[in-house]
Nanobody, 127 residues
Framework: QVQLVESGGGLVQAGGSLRLSCAAS????????MGWFRQAPGKEREFVAAVSWRGGSTYYADSVKGRFTISRDNAKNTVYLQMNNLKPEDAAVYFC????????????????????WGQGTQVTVSS
């Protein structure tokens, strides 16, 4: 198992920016695709973005494309989510997750393929 701890959430005005971080420990972080998901009150958890284990491939939900950027620093065992031009509908608890398979070529939005999850960090966007 890999242990994941998110940070960087907070309150921001619409149009503002936040950078989320997810620090990993445990199994070899740099062998796994990493993803960010979010869950708003009363809604199901949804995919936000994913990055391949080498960092060369990324995949975004249409709702965040062009505004959010996922990246990773394997030397620091950390994955980031830079969020720009935030909208009230981006408000949610954001979770990072590690894929279940080492060196997988899959950069996926499928929640079932991620086996390790953090506790989440709250993002609130005021209008």
């Amino acid at each position: 198992q890999v242990q994941l701890v998110e940070s960087g959430g907070g309150l921001v005005q619409a149009g503002g920016s936040l950078r989320l971080s997810c620090a990993a420990s445990g199994r070899t972080f740099n062998a796994y695709t990493m993803g960010w998901f979010r869950q708003a009150p009363g809604k199901e958890r949804e995919f936000v973005a994913a990055v391949s284990w080498r960092g060369g491939s990324t995949y975004y939900a249409d709702s965040v494309k062009g505004r959010f950027t996922i990246s990773r620093d394997n030397a620091k065992n950390t994955v980031y989510l830079q969020m720009n031009n935030l909208k009230p509908e981006d408000a949610a608890v954001y979770f990072c997750a590690a894929h279940s398979v080492r060196y997988s070529s899959s950069v996926t939005n499928k929640e079932s393929q991620y086996s390790s999850w953090g506790q989440g960090t709250q993002v609130t966007v005021s209008s």
